[in-house]
């Protein structure tokens, strides 16, 4: 994901930080699309406009900004920076283990920040493709069990092989213009009722 398509979304009390940082990133080619110094108001947009990224302070009207990532995070709606200072790290440490959250120390350097942005936006770039690709594999794993244990009944049933059971799917799936899985869904209704 480039830079211009990252879709970022500010949270502080500050308001002029607020402006500096917004100013900052739109400077460096991402996509500020949202801001708030509430901690709900915060909430709100993010379920509204579905960021790429929060970056947030740990200082929010409201709700802090642990109790504010904390949501954020259990519902995955998208990777979180907290700006945070040294005392306020451990408020953090049940969120450490996330690889879409990242505390980082305030002050910071701009060239820390961008480059937390961009590795933050593609680990979680690629752990939704990676669970996507997982869906997949479970998807494909369920559709070969379900054929398998109508071949499988089909041998039992009516003496054929395993590979004239599979032609047998096969050729029906083709003549009714209907998937193999919903042929052997058929055949395991038909004999377990």
Same mark, same amino acid.
């Given at each position: 994901?480039?830079?211009?398509s990252?879709r970022?979304?500010?949270?502080?009390?500050?308001?002029?930080i607020i402006k500096?940082?917004?100013?900052f990133l739109?400077?460096n080619?991402?996509n500020v699309?949202g801001?708030a110094?509430s901690?709900?108001? &915060?909430?709100? /947009?993010?379920? %509204?406009?579905?960021?790429d990224?929060?970056?947030v302070?740990?200082?929010l009207?409201? #709700? !802090?900004?642990?109790e504010?990532s904390?949501?954020i995070?259990?519902?995955?709606?998208?990777p979180?920076?907290?700006l945070?200072?040294?005392?306020e790290i451990?408020?953090f440490?049940n969120l450490?283990?996330?690889?879409?959250?990242?505390p980082l120390?305030?002050p910071?350097?701009?060239?820390?920040?961008?480059?937390?942005v961009?590795?933050l936006v593609k680990?979680?770039?690629?752990?939704?493709?990676?669970e996507?690709?997982l869906?997949q &594999?479970?998807? /494909?794993?369920? %559709?070969?069990?379900?054929?398998e244990?109508?071949?499988?009944?089909?041998?039992?049933n #009516? !003496?054929l092989?395993?590979?004239?059971a599979h032609?047998?799917?096969?050729?029906?799936s083709?003549?009714?213009?209907?998937s193999?899985?919903?042929?052997a869904?058929?055949?395991?209704?038909?004999y377990?009722?």
């Open positions: 994901m480039d830079a211009m990252t970022v979304i500010i949270g502080s009390s500050n308001e002029k500096q940082l917004g100013l739109i400077e080619g991402l699309i801001e110094t901690g709900h108001d &915060l909430l709100r /947009k993010v379920h %509204t406009v579905y960021p990224l929060a970056i302070d740990y200082k009207k409201g #709700m !802090n900004g642990h504010l904390e949501i995070i259990g519902e995955r709606l998208c979180v920076i907290a945070i200072s040294h005392g451990e408020h440490i450490s283990q996330e690889p879409t959250f990242v120390i305030k910071c350097s701009k060239q820390m920040l961008i480059g937390t961009d590795l680990t979680s770039k690629s752990i939704e493709m990676l996507k690709q869906d &594999l479970k998807t /494909k794993t369920n %559709t070969d069990a379900v054929i244990k109508a071949k499988q009944l089909l041998n039992e #009516m !003496n092989t395993e590979e004239e032609r047998r799917i096969q050729k029906q083709m003549d009714k213009g209907i193999k899985i919903k042929i869904e058929a055949i395991i209704l038909m377990e009722g």
